[in-house]
């Protein structure tokens, strides 16, 4: 959420850390960086997404944890994406206290995000992603 104040804008604090964790989360996803992307999830994060099965059609939850996030990204899962296409849109939908709702927008994937501050940080908790449909490559 961005606060205006006459014909600027200006970001809280939180809404600054906010932004800076969802960034670490998919600047850390496309450029392999294992360290941005440890930080900026919590260890109990729960990722899911809807998948489909090829041959039968039939639709899942696809699971992904703090460890398969972490992982995946030191192995260079998303570093297929050449530099000069790495565009990131990220919007704070809501901030409610100590929780944030964030919709972060990549490449690949279109991202829902919930964020907790806990012991003074932003990290994500919750994701729910599905493909972008605007996807370039």
């Given at each position: ?9 200006v ?51 696809n699971?992904?944890?703090h ?7 030191a192995?260079?899962?998303?570093t297929?994406?050449?530099e ?9 939908l ?6 944030a ?37």
């Amino acid at each position: 959420m961005i606060s205006k104040d006459s014909d600027k804008t200006v970001e809280s604090e939180d809404e600054k850390a906010i932004r800076q964790a969802s960034l670490d989360y998919v600047e850390g996803w496309y450029n392999g960086d294992a360290e941005r992307m440890q930080r900026s999830v919590h260890t109990a994060l729960v990722k899911r997404g809807i998948k489909r099965d090829v041959p039968s059609g039939r639709e899942y939850l696809n699971y992904l944890t703090h460890e398969i996030m972490v992982l995946d990204t030191a192995e260079g899962f998303g570093t297929h994406v050449p530099e000069d296409q790495r565009v990131y849109d990220i919007t704070i939908l809501d901030i409610s206290g100590e929780i944030a709702s964030v919709r972060a927008d990549s490449p690949d994937w279109i991202d829902h995000l919930h964020l907790a501050k806990l012991n003074g940080q932003w990290v994500i908790a919750n994701a729910i992603y599905t493909a972008n449909p605007n996807k370039q490559i």
